[in-house]
């Protein structure tokens, strides 16, 4: 048996055969009970005959050499039969009607006086098929004198229910027709918001989606997208599919951009180095004889070899880092760290104000302890390096992390949205030393691989960087340490 594959051709075909359904049940509870009404009728008359047959004066002297000879006040198509056992007398006979309109008796014959005499007595009326008459309705009875049956034709209540049920199988399919054209005509409209959401999806998969900037206008309209029916939550689900996908390619066209950003300002930042490593190549294979020449070139290759390095280094790990590469997972001492970092920073910027405020007990917290304190070192070299001498630089520790606040100029409102962006540099807006800007692109890719987070709160005279970084035991995972 073949499916019809599609939803309007599946629902049509479903409503058609519950209609036909229907109304062939109706149709067949009908004729059950117009059936049972006419036999009860006719049961009523077949007993109405036997009681006549049994008032008839020659029943109780048995039958005549005619058979039975009163028949007064039986109607057309009634049978008689009588069984009398002293006598071995066994007769019946059908009254019918000839083309003259004239009444006969027409006898049983021995196989429909058998067929009668079957029927169980006092057990009210049976049906019985008799080869020469047809289907009759018949109640027999044992008296005195013998065993008695009368019965009627039941070619009436056989007609009338044939005639029901032709009309029932011609409204039948009368009606599996105009179900069939009203089912198309409904559902095809009913799906209709079903045929423009598909639409929407096909002009969507039509869509370059491939590389460059993409744009997804396609939505399905307002009026398709109401969740309470179930259509609408078809459409709605698609809308929410569409911003999915659309916030997804926005953020690969950035990431694509960032990494070609990415690669212009490493080689910008590799080949300032390599320009200077070249031209002090170049000089002092010029002056071989000038040994002073000759130091200074060597010196200014060695800086920028270890500046390239460097870089190089920063460039790695936040590859790597990138990558997803776990970091060591081993408990920090966090208090330890920050004041070490602390009286380094003292000791490296003494025009500088350092203070530290740490809890009466010692932090620890769960991570790699090198990168850690690369993200210390790298905060309080920015404060060191991006604000004037006089500067108070505050390190303040709690359980749940640390902060870095100074009360220098800080970060420009623009600046500041892209301060955590790799080669962001902030010389204009925070004085004196220069970098590549991987610091803290740096911090913040180690703190979020630590599962942490960073934040930068600035404006003039109050710049803080917020460091969250989860607890001993609040981090688990497989341990692990990248290389370094």
Same mark, same amino acid.
């Given at each position: 048996?073949?499916?019809?594959?599609?939803?309007? +051709?599946?629902?049509?075909?479903?409503?058609?055969?519950?209609?036909?359904?229907?109304?062939?049940?109706?149709?067949?509870?009908?004729?059950?009970?117009?059936?049972?009404?006419?036999?009860?009728?006719?049961?009523?008359?077949?007993?109405?005959?036997?009681?006549?047959? $049994?008032?008839?004066?020659?029943?109780?002297?048995?039958?005549?050499?005619?058979?039975?000879?009163?028949?007064?006040?039986?109607?057309?198509?009634?049978?008689?039969?009588?069984?009398?056992?002293?006598?071995?007398?066994?007769?019946?006979?059908?009254?019918?009607?000839?083309? !003259?309109?004239?009444?006969?008796?027409?006898?049983?014959?021995?196989?429909?006086?058998? +067929?009668?005499?079957?029927?169980?007595?006092?057990?009210?009326?049976?049906?019985?098929?008799?080869?020469?008459?047809?289907?009759?309705?018949?109640?027999?009875?044992?008296?005195?004198?013998?065993?008695? +049956?009368?019965?009627?034709?039941?070619?009436?209540?056989?007609?009338?229910?044939?005639?029901?049920?032709?009309?029932?199988?011609?409204?039948?399919?009368?009606?599996?027709?105009?179900? /069939?054209?009203?089912?198309?005509?409904?559902?095809?409209?009913?799906?209709?918001?079903?045929? &423009?959401?598909?639409?929407?999806?096909?002009?969507?998969?039509?869509?370059?989606?491939?590389?460059?900037?993409?744009?997804?206008?396609?939505?399905?309209?307002?009026?398709?997208?109401?969740?309470?029916? &179930?259509?609408? $939550?078809?459409?709605?689900?698609?809308?929410?599919?569409?911003?999915?996908?659309?916030?997804?390619?926005?953020?690969? $066209?950035?990431?694509?951009?960032?990494?070609?950003?990415?690669?212009?300002?490493?080689?910008?930042?590799?080949?300032?180095?390599?320009?200077?490593?070249?031209?002090?190549?170049?000089?002092?294979?010029?002056?071989?004889? !000038?040994?002073? +020449?000759?130091?200074?070139?060597?010196?200014?290759?060695? !800086?920028?070899?270890?500046?390239?390095?460097?870089?190089?280094?920063?460039?790695?790990?936040?590859?790597?880092?990138?990558?997803?590469?776990?970091?060591?997972?081993?408990?920090? !001492? /966090?208090?330890?760290?920050?004041? &070490?970092?602390?009286?380094?920073?003292?000791?490296?910027?003494?025009?500088?104000?350092?203070?530290?405020?740490?809890?009466?007990?010692?932090?620890?917290?769960?991570?790699?302890?090198?990168?850690?304190?690369?993200?210390?070192?790298?905060?309080?070299?920015?404060?060191?390096?991006?604000?004037?001498?006089?500067?108070?630089?505050?390190?303040?520790?709690?359980?749940?992390?640390?902060?870095?606040?100074?009360?220098?100029?800080?970060?420009?409102?623009?600046?500041?949205?892209?301060?955590?962006?790799?080669?962001?540099?902030?010389?204009?807006?925070?004085?004196?030393?220069?970098?590549?800007?991987?610091?803290?692109?740096?911090v913040a890719a180690i703190v979020e691989a630590h599962g942490g987070g960073v934040t930068l709160d600035s404006r003039p005279g109050d710049t803080t960087f917020t460091v969250r970084l989860p607890a001993e035991g609040a981090q688990e995972g497989p341990p692990g340490e990248i290389d370094r």
């Amino acid at each position: 048996m073949v499916r019809p594959r599609s939803l309007t +051709a599946r629902l049509v075909a479903t409503t058609v055969l519950l209609v036909v359904g229907v109304t062939v049940l109706v149709g067949a509870l009908s004729a059950l009970a117009v059936r049972s009404y006419l036999l009860s009728q006719l049961d009523d008359q077949v007993t109405a005959s036997l009681q006549r047959a $049994q008032r008839a004066p020659s029943f109780g002297d048995g039958p005549g050499p005619d058979g039975l000879d009163d028949r007064r006040g039986q109607g057309v198509g009634t049978l008689t039969a009588v069984w009398i056992p002293d006598r071995d007398v066994a007769v019946g006979d059908v009254i019918v009607e000839g083309q !003259d309109g004239r009444t006969s008796r027409s006898p049983l014959s021995e196989d429909d006086l058998e +067929a009668l005499d079957e029927v169980s007595a006092d057990d009210g009326p049976h049906t019985v098929r008799l080869d020469d008459f047809g289907g009759y309705r018949v109640v027999v009875v044992e008296t005195s004198a013998g065993k008695l +049956a009368a019965g009627l034709p039941t070619r009436d209540v056989d007609a009338a229910v044939a005639t029901l049920l032709g009309w029932q199988g011609v409204l039948t399919v009368l009606g599996a027709v105009a179900a /069939l054209g009203g089912a198309l005509v409904l559902v095809r409209r009913q799906l209709r918001p079903l045929r &423009e959401v598909a639409g929407t999806a096909n002009a969507v998969a039509r869509l370059p989606l491939a590389r460059g900037d993409i744009e997804l206008a396609e939505r399905v309209p307002a009026d398709l997208a109401d969740e309470s029916t &179930e259509v609408g $939550q078809v459409g709605s689900a698609l809308n929410t599919l569409l911003d999915h996908v659309e916030s997804s390619l926005e953020a690969r $066209q950035r990431s694509e951009e960032q990494v070609r950003q990415f690669v212009a300002d490493a080689s910008h930042e590799l080949r300032t180095p390599l320009a200077t490593i070249a031209g002090y190549s170049e000089l002092a294979r010029s002056r071989p004889d !000038d040994e002073e +020449a000759l130091r200074r070139a060597l010196e200014k290759v060695e !800086d920028e070899s270890h500046r390239m390095t460097a870089l190089v280094e920063d460039l790695l790990l936040l590859a790597r880092l990138d990558a997803g590469r776990p970091l060591a997972r081993q408990p920090v !001492d /966090l208090t330890r760290m920050l004041l &070490e970092a602390v009286a380094d920073a003292r000791v490296i910027a003494p025009d500088h104000v350092w203070r530290l405020t740490l809890p009466d007990e010692p932090i620890e917290v769960l991570g790699d302890e090198q990168r850690l304190h690369q993200v210390v070192t790298n905060l309080l070299t920015n404060a060191r390096k991006h604000t004037p001498a006089g500067t108070t630089v505050t390190v303040a520790a709690d359980p749940s992390g640390f902060t870095v606040h100074d009360d220098g100029p800080g970060f420009s409102p623009d600046l500041a949205e892209h301060a955590f962006e790799r080669f962001t540099r902030g010389d204009r807006a925070r004085t004196r030393e220069g970098g590549v800007g991987l610091g803290l692109a740096l911090v913040a890719a180690i703190v979020e691989a630590h599962g942490g987070g960073v934040t930068l709160d600035s404006r003039p005279g109050d710049t803080t960087f917020t460091v969250r970084l989860p607890a001993e035991g609040a981090q688990e995972g497989p341990p692990g340490e990248i290389d370094r």
